[in-house]
Nanobody, 125 residues
Framework: QVQLMESGGGLVSAGGSLRLSCPAS????????MGWFRQAPGKEREFVAA????????YYSDSVTGRFAISRDSADNTLYLQMNSLKPEDTAVYYC??????????????????WGQGTQVTVSS
């Protein structure tokens, strides 16, 4: 069982930055794939970024590449999402998720077993 708890969301002006955190309660993290998804009102939950825990390989959606950075701290099993140059279209509830690497399907929701409760990010224009 893995428990995830996001924090760091809030209201920010366009062009601003936020850093989301997600401490994960799990004994060993090396086999895990961890990611961030987001869901805007009336839209499907979509992939944002992911990281393979053991080798730090990172993956991003086209819409956030160059603006967001995913990272992890193995000392305390915490996942981060640094979000820069935020745009109003980044407004959504952001979810932290954990699963097991399954050959590259890092952007698929089905690759993730555990989910946090979400944190709201609102970007004003």
């Amino acid at each position: 069982q893995v428990q995830l708890m996001e924090s760091g969301g809030g209201l920010v002006s366009a062009g601003g930055s936020l850093r989301l955190s997600c401490p994960a309660s799990m004994r060993t993290a090396d086999s895990y794939l961890m990611g961030w998804f987001r869901q805007a009102p009336g839209k499907e939950r979509e992939f944002v970024a992911a990281v393979r825990w053991f080798n730090r390989e990172t993956y991003y959606s086209d819409s956030v590449t160059g603006r967001f950075a995913i990272s992890r701290d193995s000392a305390d099993n915490t996942l981060y999402l640094q979000m820069n140059s935020l745009k109003p279209e980044d407004t959504a509830v952001y979810y932290c998720a954990a699963g097991h690497w399954s050959g590259g399907a890092y952007s698929s929701r089905s690759s993730y077993v555990y989910w946090g409760q979400g944190t709201q990010v609102t970007v004003s224009s």
